[in-house]
Structures are given as structure tokens and as C-alpha cells.
């Protein structure tokens, strides 16, 4: 695939449009739809320089909006990410970032998750008077401490309504595919059982032949302990499927295991419904892409479509789907009263791919990807607003944006208030894409890997100088790689990383695709911008309070009581009727 093409200068002076704020009243305030894809790299849309991948319906958002230049995740992980885009906070603040290697939430019966003291936009907006609607994933927990108490659910979040996958789209939930999970996990556990197994045949044929005298009950306890090690795995890997990928309605599960092919109509119709069903009162509708996370599930309308096999493929029907969507604004009349956006969770990953072909995104001309704190592969996304008569159609903004300036953006829009009882780190893009400000908010933005601090970005605005240093990086394998094909995602610390001192420094304004590191030979503020931003990271820092760990090995383990069932558990199995497949 090809690099973005040249991007456009930011324009500053598009004269006095509409610079005051959106009045409170419900005759004024506008709906809000929120895309958020998964793993989709900024380098897969047409708007930001593809011309091999179709998708005409997010290139002409982007028309009729504004386009983001230098929008940044909050985290390259979907868990962290997303927390930190319904919070406008860093991950970490919430508990919600790695803690004892784990990364993600790994199961829906786990008991971590966002949790009840955090408040999303949909929280905020709900108590505005608005209907409040997520379609799609969610992958911010559960349960708690009972099946059923739904305490990390998106209702007990703020949302009014909710179909879609409490977990997230892994490699089981395609039935063809081999175990990501086993790959990761289940392996390790063969591998202690099947030892244990043959110690408890080798003593039982000691005992035998009278080579030992070892009692037999002995014997049978340790074949027994074998025994249920042997059956827990099965339960746990062999179930996968069953356990991770299900559908639910609000709080009833609708389909255990998902059926991968219908899928995507669902979540259309879904969408679309909810527009409907709202299209008379304001409302805040966030779609939570399934698009195009691995095993990139895409209907036979789709197969073979692309250049760029199954993964394109997928790429195009998300294309297709929110084409879908926008239609039903139109249709419904509400394409003028309604805020639009567009972006992904993160960036494409590099790691994925089967025997055959690359199953992860591109991220263009930018270094690394998915799952590597610093790397801007990994957290520059495409970010895309519409919003007709309000905000300039075409325009390109370059400055700094963070997913996390969603929530103040949405809370301001609705008529609510950001809570000043805690750290919130987005800042409104409001005023930054009316043209009341020339500059982002954002002087400094921080770039994490789990806990650890990779790097940090300086804007220094006055020069419009974007700087980036890197304290950690992954160590990439095989070298010079630009990932980690030896693992499922690049380590955010330990052996498998390198931590530089002095530290890496870039300039991004003349060095986005972080090629060239610069030294105190090539660049005389070297020392001066160092300093600078580590005084910066040191008092970022000093805000940070300790917080319960959400991703601890007691809260990311299964559990069978807190696992979601459509019958009775351990017979989960239920089918839901009336959909319909795409017709590309």
C-alpha cells in the first residue's frame, strides 16, 4: 500500500463561523453519533492517502467535515483505549492499564472493569435529557462479584440501551480458526497437565513393577488432581468460543456462541433502529465498531472485493456499514442536527496474520503499531467530525487531538458539566474546530505501554514544533522488523524492550515517520527540549494517585459464577432469529 499522500496546511481563518456555544435547550442541542472501529490503521482509509482500499463513505465524511491530522489514542490496547475515550482520562487513572502483564480483559467472566466511580460522557449526557445508545463492542468488563450484578455493564455506565459484545472479537469466535487464547494461555496449561499426567503413569508403573512403594491412594489422589487440571482446561479453552463471544440485549444474552456471519447485519439493524426509534427527541448513539478486528468476520457480499484479501475486504464492508448509518440520518432527517465522528480505537496491528497473508492494518508511513506505548503506528488514528452548517466542510486541522477530548467535546455539546473532581485529560475540541482557537489545548500528551511510560510529545507552539521522546521502546524481533512476530503483542517491559539513555528524540513536524533520532550534534535545543519535557512528565506524574488494579491476576481470571449464560450454566446455548445479511 501506499503512504498518505502530502496532508494540507492547517487553516486558521475560515472567518466568524458560529463561535459561540451550542445553546442547552433540546431544540438546539444536536444528536451525536459516535464510530469507533478497531484496529483499523490510519493508512487503510482513502481520505488519509489510500488508493488501493474503496471507502467512499468515510472519504465523504471527511469532505463534509473535518479532518484530524494527528489524532492520538490515549493507549495502543483496545481495553486502556476505550477507557480512556468514554472517561476523557488516562487509563491508568482508572485502574484500567496493565498490571502483572496483563493488558486487555480477557474474559467476560472476569471481574475487572471500568469502574463505578468513573463517569463516562454517556453518564453526563443521559442526565441532559438525552437517549443514550451503545451498539457494538464494549470490552470494559462485566460483572463483579455475582453473575448478574452487571456492575462494570454499559447500563450501569450511562447507557440507556446496549446490544452488541460485552467482550471483544478474538480468533475462537470463528469456529474455522485456531485458539488465540489456547496459543496464549491454554498451551501453558497442557503443557503442566500433560507433565503431570505422565508422572502419575510413571509412578503407578514403579508401583507396579515394585520399583517404589508408594501407598495407591496416594497414587489415585495424584491421578485425580490430573484429572481436574485436564477438565479445567478443557472447560476454560475448549469453551472459548462459548464463554467470550456472545451477543446480549441490555442484560439478557441473545446468542451464545455468536454467529459470526450474521453479525454484522444485526448491528446495522441495530443502528438503524435506534435512530428511528430516537429520530424525535436528542440523542447520543456511540457504535462500537466489530470492524476490523481479527478474525475479521466478513459476509460472502464482500469476499474477495478488495485488493488486499481478507483483511481489505473487511475494511470495505466497515466502509459499506457506516455508509449504512449515515444514510439513516438522512433518511430520518437528521443529518444537519447531528455530530458526527469517526476513528479508530488505536492502530492497525502488525502481528497479526495467518499462513497466508497479513490479517492487521496499515498504518502508513508511521513506525510501529498496535500494542507499542510510543510508536505513533500505534496510537495516530484517523479522526473525522461533521457536523453541516456548524463545521467547515474540508477543512484540516494538524494540531495535536487526543481520543480523550471526546468526552469534554460531547459533554459540552449536551448542555452538561465536566466533573472538577477529578483529573480529566481532553480538552473540548470545540473551540479548536469552530476557529476560536488556532492551536490544540494539548501542549503535552503522554504515551503509555500498560503502566509503563514510553514516551511524551511536546507541542511547542509558538515555533508550531511537534517533539517526541522516547524513554522505551519494544525490542523488535527480528530486528528491524518493526514488530514483535516472536509474540502475540510487543512487551511493555522487562527483557523485551530497551530503554534509552539519553532518551530518543524526534521531531515530528519534520520527522513523522520517527526515521531519524536526533542528537545534540544534529539539533541545538536537544538538551533544552529534554529538559523541558521531563519536567512536564514529572508533573503529569504527581497527578497520578494509586487506584484498585482492574487488570490484576484476580480480577482478569475466569470465573465461572460471574459468567453470562442464556440457559442454565453450563448448558449456554441460544440462538436469536430476524436479521438479515449485507447486500453490498
Known sequence: LPPPGPQCPCVSSWGA??????????????????????????????????????????????????????HLAAAPLCTPSRAAFLTGRYALRSGMEESAGFRVLYWTAGSGGLPANETTFARILKQQGYATGLIGKWHQGLNCAARGDHCHHPLAHGFDYFYGMPFTLIPD?????????????????????????????????AQRCGLLSVPWRAVWGAAGLASLGLASWFFCYGFMRHWNCILMRNHEVTEQPMDLERTTGRMLQEAVAYIQRNKDRPFLLFVSLLHVHTPLPTTKAFLGRSRHGLYGDNVEEMDWLVGKILDALEENGLRNSTFTYFASDHGGSLGARDERQQLGGWNGIYRGGKGMGGWEGGIRVPGILRWPGVLPAGRVIQEPTSLMDVFPTVVQLGGGQVPQDRVIDGHSLLPLLRGAQEHSAHEFLFHYCGRALHAARWHQRDSGRVWKV???????????????????????????????????????????????????????????????????????????????????????MWKPWLQPCCGTFPFCWCQEEGDRAPQG
Open 17 to 70: 463561523v458560529l463561535t459561540s456555544e451550542p445553546k442547552a435547550s433540546n431544540a438546539s442541542r444536536p444528536n451525536i453519533l459516535l464510530i469507533l472501529a478497531d484496529d483499523l490503521g490510519i493508512g487503510d482509509i482513502g481520505c488519509y492517502g489510500n488508493d488501493t482500499l474503496r471507502t467512499p463513505n468515510i472519504d465523504r465524511l471527511a469532505e463534509e467535515g473535518v479532518r484530524l491530522t494527528q
Open 173 to 205: 469466535c470463528d469456529p474455522r480458526r485456531h485458539s488465540q487464547m489456547d496459543v496464549l494461555a491454554g498451551s501453558a496449561v497442557r503443557h503442566y497437565v500433560s507433565a503431570l499426567a505422565l508422572g502419575v503413569l510413571s509412578l503407578a508403573a
Open 470 to 556: 522516547h524513554y522505551v521502546t519494544p525490542q523488535f524481533h527480528p530486528a528491524g522488523s518493526g514488530s514483535c512476530l516472536n509474540q502475540h503483542l510487543c512487551p511493555c517491559s522487562g527483557e523485551g524492550v530497551i530503554h534509552h539513555s539519553p532518551p530518543l528524540l524526534f521531531d515530528l513536524s519534520r520527522d513523522p515517520a520517527e526515521a531519524q533520532p536526533l542528537s545534540p550534534d544534529s539539533e541545538p535545543l536537544y538538551h533544552a527540549v529534554i529538559e523541558r519535557v521531563g519536567e512536564a512528565v514529572a508533573r503529569h506524574q504527581e497527578t497520578l494517585s494509586p487506584v484498585p488494579q482492574q487488570l490484576s491476576l484476580g480480577n482478569i
